[in-house]
């Protein structure tokens, strides 16, 4: 299904966007980062903090993470400010890179089990399933900040995944 080298790739790609829209939300002051724009999630500021809140959750199935306190609702409050945000995001996505970057084909064999607070109920599914719904869930979230950002008047880089920088 996927491989570790798609893993790795996706990892560097997720570091890679997640730098380019803070980037692009860095010229934005807080105001609008936090306003309300119709979003799942509402603001800018609080779809970051659920993918981050969501990435961890998941790293906390995946590997020795913290699991994150609250569920999808609080996820909106992950962090309390943009500059505690910046940090956790640019560690996590640090150790994210890391932990892909040491996947062999076995790790991605066989399945995982959780008690998802989604569909308030236990669930188990194959292990590689899990790592691709992990970084599609990233794209998709990072896809509505990108929206919320152009709107707002921002410029966020390219977003194609064979546009990434060699090297990343």
Same mark, same amino acid.
């Given at each position: ?24 939300? $860095? ?5 609008? !980062?936090?306003? #309300?724009? &119709? %979003? ?7 779809? @970051? ?55 062999? $084909? ?5 399945? !995982?089990?959780? #008690?998802? &607070? %989604? ?7 194959? @292990? ?41």
């Amino acid at each position: 299904m996927i491989t570790p080298g798609y893993c790795h790739m996706m990892a560097r790609y997720n570091a890679w966007q997640n730098e380019s829209l803070i980037s692009a939300a $860095a010229g934005l002051p807080v105001a609008e !980062l936090t306003k #309300f724009r &119709g %979003a799942h999630f509402g603001s800018i500021f609080a779809t @970051f903090n659920h993918l981050l809140w969501g990435d961890t959750i998941w790293m906390s199935r995946f590997a020795e993470w913290d699991k994150p306190e609250g569920g999808i609702a609080s996820s909106v409050e992950f962090t309390p400010s943009w500059a505690v945000y910046l940090r956790a995001r640019r560690e996590a996505d640090r150790q994210i890179t890391d932990w892909a970057g040491r996947l062999d $084909a076995e790790a991605l064999e066989g399945t !995982l089990g959780w #008690f998802s &607070g %989604a569909l308030n109920q236990q669930v188990e599914r194959p @292990f590689a399933v899990c790592v691709a719904h992990f970084f599609n869930h990233q794209t998709h979230h990072r896809g509505q900040i990108h929206a919320m950002l152009t709107a707002a008047g921002a410029r966020p880089g390219d977003t194609d995944l064979f546009a990434m920088p060699e090297g990343l």
